[in-house]
């Protein structure tokens, strides 16, 4: 659910992985792909970051016609007129979304915008492609909203690998001496009989390792 006048439920911390592809600066038609609610995340506060904040956040992930892919940055889960997000689905829908109670923002998965990208620097130095402004699209530039069904939504992270489980050690048996038994005639001499071993060199096989995406 993701309703600005309720707490809004959804998977872990914010973000998909996206890997190191970047959206070119500049306008792009895009249609919605998913919508990404975390509740209860601590983070230090703008104004000082030695204080800790708790807050609702959520995202929008958006996919373009060349099939990359674009989030766009948190924002609060606040209803409020000036905040982020109400700003924002305001320049995307046209007009202020419906905040009593009966309207989902997660309605817009599925419905194409125009965003504006601009890319940008981390306070760590890694260049990022950021989505700076959203409108819907024009009548005209309706047919280039690609299909959100050609879009597969990132999964985070694979599950680490389990430890290799070691083989337990077989005790070692000794062999058991047996007692001669002397023959009581010597038997008559058997015609040697020649074995013929045929072995048949298997196929070997190469093992190949894909790099995992990022």
Known sequence: MAILTASSTDGPRTGWPLGDSLVQPGQHVAVCIDVKDSLGIERPTFDDPTVMETVDLTRFLFGLPDGSMIQTGEMKISGHEKSNLVKFLT???????????????????????????????????????????????????????????????????????????????????????????????????????????????????????????F
């Open 91 to 213: 320049g995307w829908l046209g007009k202020p979304p419906r905040m009593d109670g009966s309207w989902d923002y997660r309605e817009m998965t599925g419905v194409g915008a125009m965003l504006n990208v601009a890319h940008r620097v981390s306070r760590k130095g890694r260049t990022y492609a950021d989505c700076q402004g959203i409108a819907g699209v024009m009548d005209q530039l309706a047919a280039q909203v690609p299909n959100v069904a050609q879009f597969a939504v990132p999964e985070g992270a694979p599950p680490a690998t389990e430890p290799q489980v070691q083989p337990v050690a077989q005790p070692v048996v000794q062999p058991v001496a047996q007692p001669v038994v002397q023959p009581a005639a010597p038997a008559a001499p058997t015609p040697p009989t020649t074995t013929t071993t045929t072995t048949t060199q298997g196929n070997m096989f190469t093992p190949v390792t894909s790099n995992p995406d």
